[in-house]
């Protein structure tokens, strides 16, 4: 079974640019996640889609973040203009439940490091 | 021993110790835990889960234990490998009308051999 797919690994570049993530889930999971893990601290919750509707965005910086999942597949993460602050790893993951019971794990991919100088 | 470093609380063992890793929660209405491991450039991987209606979950090599009443997770490795070194998080799932996952801080597990 093929994991959580993400690119580009690795990104850097300078404040006030933009950059933009994607990611592709594990095939038929409807719920995707997409996590901002800042070094030395535990992933936080971006943005968290049911298909391809929102369930949360509550820690989403709306003012430079979006996020999309067109058909309920995969899902692109872009930040416009970016700060210095954004500096993290974006971890995407997915997982096959539906609903307000969580009824099994989160699927991880490796993520993808920016750098804003 | 214990200690903590410039973000995240490292534990040393020894290869072949066994190793407790824990975590304190903050939702009382928490229902569904999950401790996770994460290894340099990767991301998280899925360790154990536990629900609320239980105290206790063993999988091979590792054991979850629950209490409630102190909100604190713990996570015990038996007989710990240099393979089991990196950053183990524990997550609660707050049940607010629908499910998301909060992680811990996280934990730095050191093995020397």
Not at chain 1, 1 to 25: D, H, L, T
Not at chain 2, 38 to 67: H, Y
């Given at each position: 079974?093929?994991?959580?797919?993400?690119?580009?690994?690795?990104k850097?570049?300078?404040k006030?640019?933009s950059?933009?993530?994607?990611?592709?889930?594990?095939?038929?999971?409807?719920?995707?996640y997409?996590?901002?893990?800042?070094?030395?601290?535990?992933?936080?919750?971006?943005i968290?889609?049911?298909n391809?509707g929102?369930?949360?965005?509550?820690?989403?910086?709306?003012?430079?973040?979006?996020a999309e999942?067109?058909?309920?597949?995969?899902s692109?993460?872009?930040?416009?203009?970016?700060?210095?602050?954004?500096?993290?790893?974006?971890?995407?993951?997915?997982?096959?439940?539906?609903?307000t019971?969580?009824?099994?794990?989160?699927?991880?991919?490796?993520g993808?490091?920016?750098?804003?100088? | 021993?214990e200690?903590?470093?410039?973000?995240l609380?490292?534990?040393s063992?020894?290869?072949?110790?066994?190793?407790?890793i824990?975590?304190?929660?903050?939702?009382?209405?928490?229902?569904?835990?999950?401790?996770?491991?994460?290894?340099?450039?990767?991301?998280?991987?899925?360790?154990?889960?536990?629900?609320?209606?239980?105290?206790?979950?063993?999988?091979q090599r590792?054991?979850v234990?629950l209490?409630?009443?102190?909100?604190?997770?713990?996570?015990?490795i038996?007989?710990?490998?240099?393979?089991?070194?990196?950053?183990?998080?524990?997550?609660?799932?707050?049940n607010?009308?629908?499910?998301t996952?909060t992680?811990?801080?996280?934990t730095?597990?050191?093995?020397?051999p």
């Amino acid at each position: 079974e093929a994991g959580v797919a993400q690119s580009p690994r690795y990104k850097i570049i300078e404040k006030r640019q933009s950059v933009a993530f994607w990611c592709n889930p594990i095939s038929g999971h409807a719920t995707l996640y997409w996590y901002q893990q800042i070094l030395g601290q535990g992933p936080k919750l971006l943005i968290q889609f049911q298909n391809n509707g929102v369930v949360d965005d509550s820690q989403l910086p709306k003012d430079r973040f979006s996020a999309e999942r067109l058909k309920g597949v995969d899902s692109t993460l872009k930040i416009q203009p970016a700060k210095l602050e954004d500096s993290a790893v974006y971890l995407c993951a997915s997982s096959s439940y539906v609903g307000t019971q969580v009824t099994g794990e989160l699927f991880f991919g490796e993520g993808s490091r920016l750098t804003v100088l | 021993g214990e200690s903590v470093g410039l973000h995240l609380p490292t534990l040393s063992v020894q290869e072949g110790d066994n190793s407790i890793i824990n975590c304190a929660y903050s939702n009382s209405a928490s229902d569904y835990f999950i401790w996770y491991k994460q290894e340099s450039g990767k991301g998280p991987q899925f360790i154990i889960d536990i629900r609320s209606n239980m105290d206790k979950r063993q999988g091979q090599r590792v054991t979850v234990l629950l209490n409630k009443t102190v909100k604190h997770l713990s996570l015990q490795i038996a007989a710990t490998q240099p393979g089991d070194s990196a950053v183990y998080f524990c997550a609660e799932n707050r049940n607010s009308g629908y499910s998301t996952l909060t992680f811990g801080k996280g934990t730095m597990l050191l093995v020397s051999p």
